[in-house]
């Protein structure tokens, strides 16, 4: 079994209470409340922004071109394309994707970005990757999910 094999088998049962989350399941069926969609919107433009700003200390720690190019990508990749889906989350919402860029950081928010902020403070590019990998990774498995 590959490492990360391993750790989507270990992580299962955190991944099975994501995708039983209200607002993973709203997402799949499409039935969701305007103000959840707009609270994800604004939580997650904030978030990003970290992710962002903490790709660009792992460019900082990285030791060859290949790797700053795998992360500069990652950063294009956030700014020009998850645009898109807050975008359609937007229209779904009926609201102007500039009001929900200046939210408040909710508790959950903030603590995610902590942690990204201290693995970029404290840790090296590998704590980096680790503090930043569980989000598109269980996007990817909720995105799995839903295809399936
Ligand atoms: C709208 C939206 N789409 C995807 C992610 C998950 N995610 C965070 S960063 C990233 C790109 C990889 O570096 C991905 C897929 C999110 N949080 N918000």
Same mark, same amino acid.
């Given at each position: 079994?590959?490492? #990360? !094999?391993? $750790?989507?088998?270990?992580?299962?049962?955190?991944? *099975?209470? @994501?995708?039983? *989350?209200?607002?993973?399941?709203g997402?799949?069926?499409g039935? $969701?409340?305007?103000?959840?969609?707009?609270?994800?919107?604004?939580?997650?433009?904030?978030?990003?922004?970290?992710? @962002?700003?903490?790709?660009?200390?792992?460019?900082?720690? #990285?030791?060859?071109?290949?790797?700053?190019?795998i992360?500069?990508?990652?950063?294009?990749? @956030?700014l020009?394309?998850?645009?898109?889906?807050? *975008?359609?989350? /937007?229209?779904?919402?009926?609201?102007?994707?500039?009001?929900?860029?200046?939210?408040?950081?909710?508790?959950?928010?903030? $603590?995610?970005?902590? *942690?990204?902020?201290?693995?970029?403070?404290?840790?090296?590019?590998?704590? @980096?990757v680790?503090a930043?990998?569980? /989000?598109?990774?269980?996007? $990817? !498995?909720?995105?799995?999910?839903?295809?399936?």
């Amino acid at each position: 079994m590959k490492f #990360s !094999e391993e $750790l989507v088998a270990a992580g299962q049962p955190i991944l *099975h209470e @994501i995708y039983q *989350h209200p607002f993973v399941e709203g997402i799949g069926n499409g039935d $969701l409340p305007k103000e959840a969609l707009t609270f994800y919107v604004g939580q997650d433009y904030n978030y990003l922004n970290a992710f @962002i700003k903490v790709y660009a200390d792992a460019i900082q720690k #990285s030791q060859t071109r290949a790797d700053m190019a795998i992360f500069a990508k990652q950063i294009d990749f @956030i700014l020009n394309s998850e645009i898109h889906p807050h *975008h359609n989350f /937007c229209n779904v919402a009926g609201v102007k994707y500039e009001t929900l860029q200046h939210e408040p950081q909710a508790p959950g928010t903030y $603590l995610y970005n902590e *942690h990204m902020y201290r693995a970029a403070r404290t840790g090296d590019l590998i704590d @980096i990757v680790a503090a930043m990998t569980p /989000c598109p990774w269980t996007y $990817l !498995e909720i995105a799995n999910r839903f295809v399936k």
